[in-house]
């Protein structure tokens, strides 16, 4: 479970909210059951339970440890925002897979259009998905998913990162060229929407120093090209 830092105290943790109920009513625990608790930085808690209250389950710590679930590697996903659900499937799977945050925006072709109150309630649903999807592969940190931003406000974002993938169909190097020669490893995965990027955004990501990277021949869908990225760079760093 992940847990606030302040519910974590020198011997003890505190689980509290709808944890409380899963501890209780789904997995059925017990007083002595084992539980680890993970304070979403990259520590994990092996603790033990000590009570289970109606609004609260008291853990006694018996070891802590930094989470093995978190890569050495981090990748960050700049999504152009797709249609319908399909941002979900790239926060849930991408969480699973290792990455290490989520960038949505828009760019010329973007189709979807969220105004700034529809994307704050988006993003409570989108950091929700992400918060299950981390507890679930045993991750040690929840990836934050930014509020949708423009294409300027991205391209200012390169230099943070040691290699920005500019994921381009049209032209580029293979992207096992492009880890290679790869130094750091501060990813930024730039993907276009259903329609792709513009000549101008693939030119203006270049002078920004990004690297165009083709996936090979076949054109796969906005959801599935980030995964695919995600897949090949912790494979080719054992992560
Ligand atoms: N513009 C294209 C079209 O409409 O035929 C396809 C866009 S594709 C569905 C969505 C995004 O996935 C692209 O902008 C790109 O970032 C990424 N993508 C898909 N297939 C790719 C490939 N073979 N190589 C590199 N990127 C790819």
């Known amino acids: 479970y992940f847990v606030d830092s302040d519910a974590i105290g020198p011997d003890r943790v505190t689980i509290r909210g709808d944890d409380v109920h899963h501890i209780k009513n789904v997995l059925r625990m017990s007083p ?24 609260e389950v008291r853990c006694r710590i018996i070891d802590s440890s930094p989470s093995p679930g978190e890569p050495g590697v981090r990748v960050s996903v700049a999504s152009s925002l797709p249609k319908g659900d399909k941002l979900e499937w790239v926060l849930q799977k991408g ?41 679930q592969s045993h991750r040690g940190r929840i990836p934050p998913v930014e509020l949708p931003g423009n294409w300027r406000g991205l391209l200012e974002k390169f230099p943070s990162y040691d290699r920005v993938l500019f994921a381009y169909e049209k032209e580029g190097q293979s992207l096992a060229d492009a880890l290679k020669g790869a130094v750091g490893r501060r990813f930024l995965v730039v993907i276009g929407p259903e329609g792709g990027f513009t000549e101008a955004e693939a030119m203006e990501a270049a002078s920004a120093g990004a690297v165009p990277v083709h996936l090979g021949p076949r054109i796969l869908r906005a959801e599935t090209a980030p995964l695919a990225i995600l897949s090949c760079i912790f494979y080719s760093y054992g992560e």
């Open 32 to 55: 002595e059951d084992r539980l680890i608790c993970c304070d979403g930085q990259g520590r994990d808690y092996l603790t033990e339970v000590e009570s289970i209250g109606t609004d």
């Open 95 to 135: 969480t699973e897979l290792g990455a290490d945050s989520f960038l949505p925006f828009t760019s010329a072709r973007t189709v979807v259009k969220l105004d700034g109150k529809r994307a704050a309630k988006k993003q409570i649903r989108w950091q929700r998905i992400v918060k299950e999807a981390a507890e």
